[in-house]
């Protein structure tokens, strides 16, 4: 789908429910009652949004890419907190202590019915927790599996809280037809939580795959190959990722992404570069030939297919290698007639991961800490190394495909908005997803 028609979609879903309770309406109140009613809505209708944006939906991620789609998800959940942080404080009205025979549509009562409100205060909480958690989850250093279920365990549980708020102390939300469309859209989000930690690996149990290979490619860098096991494989194009299971249950959660390094044009097989960093990948060395896993995917918009640019700029960052490798690969494969130019930077050289396939043709080889009798380029992936590597006619006329660190890749974009590439020639991918 594309981003326009997404952000339309968006925007629809999010304001359906303020829509649909002013057309239910009910007598005039004050200016500051709608303003409440309006903020609580909208910051309901924006968390329950919150579940599709993360529930790993190709049209959506196809469309705007999934750090796109990632970073909007964290930006609204703290709009949603601002909003249902502000909603209690413009209430104004005679305390009721409950719904009054006299005021069934609260005009002039505000409930202070302790059960109505409760939950709507616990969701509250729970969710400026779980946004504070979410902001300072690096620093809190915690197991991100652990992480992961808290997120989608607390998020569960303040939707079904805020329906019941919204329900029982709401002014709108009491009125059965809103009733009805609150727990239709609750039931919606809640179904995208059962779709990834349910469907999905149900649908992944039939199609196992068995890891062919684990190679180590660098001290830190391993290939690991696996197969498709009873089914033609995965349909998928150069550059894309996957989330990964390797030797554990399809429902365990257990699932990490990475990006395909090998070509849609070399078969079924699919490879992986993998760079040591955390519990699991620190121990892919350990994973046995033979071994069932299962992929979820595929997902990204890293990809050249459809492109007609007249080269292709890959610069790639340690690990970030693997997209561009998969899409290097497959123009060696179908003997892609674009130029191809690869810029491929490492700290040391014995990072530097396939090197006799990659060959020395139009690639660029930058090293930060070089040995004596090192050739190549040196220092960063900045500006002043673009300008050598790129001409003003390929900055205005190539596409650039870049993964890697953040910093090359803020500096990579910085310099070649500032050369005139179009912003619609840079796709990049960036290894954190959350
Ligand atoms: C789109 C994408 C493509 C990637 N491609 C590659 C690749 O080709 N090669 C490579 O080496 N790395 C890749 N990564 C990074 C890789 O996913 C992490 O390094 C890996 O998940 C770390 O897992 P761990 O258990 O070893 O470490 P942990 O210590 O558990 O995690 C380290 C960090 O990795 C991220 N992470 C861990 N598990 C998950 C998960 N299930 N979902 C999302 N993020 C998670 C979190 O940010 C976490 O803080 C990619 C990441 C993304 C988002």
């Not at 309406?25 to 910051?43: T, V």
């Not at 992961?148 to 549980?157: D, Q």
Request: charged share 15%; net charge neutral.
């Amino acid at each position: 789908m594309k981003p326009f028609f997404l952000i339309m979609a968006y925007l629809g879903a999010v304001t359906l429910p303020l829509i649909l309770s002013a057309w239910v309406g009910g007598p005039p109140r004050s200016y500051h009652q709608e303003l409440a009613s309006g903020l609580g809505i909208l910051a309901f209708s924006m968390i329950l949004m919150e579940f599709i944006l993360s529930g790993r939906f190709k049209a959506i991620s196809s469309g705007v890419g999934l750090d796109l789609t990632m970073r909007f998800h964290q930006v609204m959940a703290r709009t949603a907190l601002v909003f249902a942080l502000l909603h209690p404080f413009f209430y104004q009205g005679t305390p009721s202590g409950g719904q009054r025979p006299w005021d069934p549509l609260r005009v002039l009562t505000i409930t202070t019915d302790f059960s109505a409100l409760s939950t709507g205060i616990v969701a509250y909480l729970l969710l400026a927790s779980l946004a504070l958690l979410a902001i300072g989850r690096t620093q809190l250093d915690y197991k991100y599996e652990t992480w992961r279920l808290l997120h989608g365990v607390g998020a569960l549980l303040i939707a079904v809280l805020l329906l019941h708020h919204t329900v029982y102390a709401g002014r709108y939300g009491a009125q059965p037809v809103m009733t009805w469309v609150w727990i239709a859209l609750t039931a919606v989000a809640a179904g995208t939580l059962l779709t990834v930690y349910l469907l999905v690996p149900f649908l992944q149990k039939a199609r196992p795959w068995r890891v062919t290979s684990v190679t180590r490619l660098t001290p830190k860098q391993w290939e690991l190959t696996v197969q498709p096991d009873g089914h033609p494989g995965l349909d998928y194009k150069a550059g894309q990722f996957v989330w990964l299971n390797a030797g554990h249950s399809p429902f365990s959660m257990k699932e990490n992404p990475f990006s395909i390094c090998s070509a849609p044009a070399a078969g079924p097989e699919i490879s992986f570069m993998v760079r040591e960093l955390g519990d699991f990948t620190r121990t892919i060395g350990q994973i046995k030939t033979g071994t069932v896993a299962y992929l979820d995917g595929p997902y990204g918009t890293l990809s050249v297919d459809d492109r007609t640019e007249p080269g292709i700029a890959l610069i790639a960052g340690g690990v970030g290698l693997a997209p561009l490798l998969g899409i290097l690969r497959q123009m060696r494969l179908t003997d892609d007639s674009r130029k191809v130019k690869l810029v491929y930077g490492n700290r040391v050289i014995e990072q530097i991961a396939y090197r006799d396939e990659l060959g020395a043709d139009d690639l660029i080889y930058v090293l930060s800490e070089p040995p004596e009798t090192w050739q190549g380029e040196t220092g960063l992936i900045d500006a002043a190394l673009l300008d050598r590597v790129f001409s003003a006619r390929e900055f205005s006329q190539w596409l650039f495909v870049m993964c890697g660190p953040r910093i090359m890749m803020d500096g990579v974009e910085d310099h070649l908005i500032n050369r005139g590439t179009p912003p619609h020639r840079i796709l990049s991918e960036r290894f954190n997803y959350d």
